[in-house]
């Protein structure tokens, strides 16, 4: 388990009210991806009346969102994982998503 750093990087505005909660949102959709997907299939199987038929689907999909939204760990937990990333890219120069790519084995 990695250390515990006691001297967080300071992190600017857009950082901490843009970047890490668009970090949240991508990390709670996956944690709640049953309830995206039953939502998702209702939608599609209900079509302009969706807006009636999904109401349960959809209040169980926000519920599920904002436990995480709210929950201040979870903003911690995915702070720490941007600020890791950001120090890797400092470090690298290679985005996180690039990282994730799978290199060519030849030139």
Known sequence: ??????????LRHVELDVLIPKKMREKARELCSQHVQAFSTCCKESGF???L??????????DCLTKHYKDPEF????KQEYIREKLEYERTG?????RKEKLPTSM
């Open 1 to 10: 388990m990695d250390t515990p750093n006691t001297e967080e990087p300071h």
């Open 49 to 51: 009346l969706m807006v």
């Open 53 to 62: 038929k999904c109401r349960e689907e959809n209040a169980t999909l926000k």
């Open 75 to 78: 903003f911690e937990e995915c």
């Open 94 to 98: 290679i985005p996180a998503k690039k």
